[in-house]
């Protein structure tokens, strides 16, 4: 930006016409001194900036009138200091100890009417101003000062009265969030809608376990973590702290330090957070979030990894990326490993089964998500290196959740080699569950299932709410069942020892522990109501698949 770059809303064609009105500064938060020039008291002036054009978004604390030779004995700090410049030393070396106390005190500019004792600014002032990077403005016609610091004042005021106001809003919505028991996941959320810009929170570890991206996307948000959280030193206090200016506050649980609250920069909030109601929206959010904990035991990782494997599971994500970082932020590799999603159903011990499965994941040492999703339903998602076999460790795993739950079923879905595509997993690993009827054995003693599993018994055990399956097999063996229920006879059952015997009438007479005159009599009589050759090989699959999907139907 040029040293002779006008404020906005100054004149710029050097004509004598008006100044651009550009309205009232923002509301609430500190002016600037770029917007103190542009409001029309001042841009009537015709200001120009003589030094320190990069500086004008310091903000303005007062505005002090002054022509004494000292006048930073009288400023504290932020002020926009008004002069004449009759009392400006003639000599260099006062003129920079003059423009020294000025900066040494952190005044916010000097402005320099250029209409009584100069008509152009001192070059020894100029160079002063900007040896210390003091913003010098000249004012080409006569403003009258005390109007000017009314209106500055008035509004000053005014912004400070609504800051109060908005604090009193901060900390009356945060109390409303405490009083109703909101967790980590809506208190973040509160946050981040407040400020404007990303919040989230990580562990010790430094493990992103809620964000809230606001405006921006997880990718951005929370993309290389751990890497980037490491680079910012923790404090005792909140403060904006790393090489990104992050705004940090610690969070505490019974009385010890548990992790940190994070604000990031954002796209629509500015490039760094660190204003005062930042700083208020922080400290209330690690206030709420140490009650929380306090009265939700639950371990926020646990949450965090719900959350996640539901995202995965319904792909619920806004973009690969974003699922990725989600999960990197976590701990989970998200590339270079290949992927598997198991999932355990259980009718009791919930929360043991679910510490069991996440410690034995942790004791083979496999990167993994780990959480309850549903009452009753714990998954999964583990991250292999290629080369590893995923059999044993998910037996380990599907042992550990059985010692709570013996009939637990552990089902498992198939590899995948992208994390994005762990949806497919996930649904294949919930089909071998649906097709795993109650009191299913787990084959060759093992402590899970697994897609190949999956018969034709699980097969119709998974359709078993089709109605074409229903009515498919009700068209089979309709009448047989009838006429069982009407005579009290058992002919579903000397039909289900035929077809298991290959229609071998011998074998049928043993496993039905009946005559072979009986045999014979009982398959005459099945086949008039089935109307079909019992001999026929077409035939006896119908009927064998029929009277599969009736013990599955019978099985629910």
């Known amino acids: ?72 004995s009288f400023l504290k700090g932020g002020e926009l200091v008004l002069t004449t410049g009759m009392p ?85 919505a945060f109390t409303a969030l405490t009083l109703r028991g909101a967790g980590a996941e809506e208190v973040v959320r509160a946050a981040a809608e407040m400020s404007g810009r990303p919040v989230v929170l990580e562990n010790l570890a430094h493990q992103a376990l809620v964000c809230e991206p606001a405006g921006s996307t997880l990718e951005a948000a929370v993309g290389g973590w751990e890497r980037r959280s490491r680079a910012v030193p923790s404090g005792d206090r909140t403060g904006v702290s790393g090489p990104e200016a992050w705004l940090v506050a610690p969070v505490e649980y019974q009385g010890e330090r548990w992790g940190r609250v994070v604000m990031l920069p954002g796209p629509s909030a500015g490039p760094v957070p660190g204003g005062e109601e930042e700083f208020v929206v922080l400290e209330r959010t690690a206030m709420a979030l140490t009650i929380a904990r306090l009265i939700r035991p639950v371990p926020w990782e646990r949450t965090a990894h719900r959350g996640a494997l539901i995202d995965l599971a319904e792909q619920r994500h806004r973009s690969a990326g974003d699922a990725r970082a989600r999960c990197a932020g976590l701990g989970l590799p998200a590339a270079g490993h290949r992927y598997l999603a198991v999932l355990a159903h259980t009718s009791a011990g919930g929360p043991e089964a679910e510490a069991r499965l996440a410690g034995q994941l942790r004791a083979d040492g496999v990167p993994a998500l780990a959480g309850e999703v549903a009452p009753g339903r714990l998954a999964a998602l583990l991250a292999l290196r290629p080369g590893r076999p995923w059999h044993p460790v998910v037996e380990r795993a599907g042992g550990a959740v059985r010692e709570v739950d013996p ?19 996930f649904r294949e690993a919930a089909r071998v569950a649906e097709a795993t009827p109650p009191g299913e054995p787990v084959p060759a003693g093992r402590s899970y299932h697994e897609p190949s599993d999956v018969g034709l018994r699980g097969l119709l055990y998974a359709l078993r709410e089709d109605t074409r399956v ?42 039905g522990r009946l005559s072979r005159e009986t045999v014979y009599q009982r398959l005459r009589t099945i086949e008039r109501l089935v109307d079909g050759d019992l001999g026929s090989g077409v035939r006896r699959t119908e009927l064998h698949v029929a009277l599969t999907a009736l013990r599955m139907l019978r099985a629910r």
Request: with cysteine; proline share 5%.
């Open 1 to 72: 930006m040029s040293e002779n770059h006008r404020a906005d809303g100054a004149q710029r064609d050097g004509s004598g016409g008006g100044a651009r009105d550009t309205g009232t500064p923002v509301s609430g938060r500190p002016l600037t001194v770029a917007e103190v020039l542009a409001l029309p008291v001042l841009a009537a002036g015709r200001p120009r900036v003589v030094s320190g054009a990069a500086r004008l978004d310091r903000p303005v604390r007062w505005v002090h009138i002054t022509e004494l030779t000292d006048p930073a």
């Open 88 to 172: 400006l030393p003639e000599d260099a070396a006062g003129v920079r100890r003059y423009v020294d106390e000025l900066a040494g005190v952190g005044a916010a500019a000097l402005v320099l009417e250029l209409v009584r004792r100069y008509h152009r600014p001192p070059e020894a002032l100029v160079r002063a101003c900007r040896g210390r990077g003091l913003p010098l403005v000249a004012l080409a016609r006569d403003v009258n000062f005390l109007e000017v610091t009314q209106v500055v004042h008035a509004l000053i005021l005014g912004n400070q009265a609504e800051a109060m106001r908005r604090t009193q809003r901060i900390h009356e």
């Open 407 to 425: 009939e637990a079923v552990v089902s498992v879905g198939g590899e995948v080699d992208d994390l994005c595509h762990a949806a497919r997993s």
């Open 470 to 511: 229903q009515d498919y097999a009700e068209r089979q063996l309709g009448r047989l069942v009838e006429h069982d229920a009407r005579h009290g006879t058992d002919l579903v059952t000397t039909l289900g020892h035929y077809l298991a015997a290959a229609g071998n009438k011998t074998t049928t007479a043993r496993l």
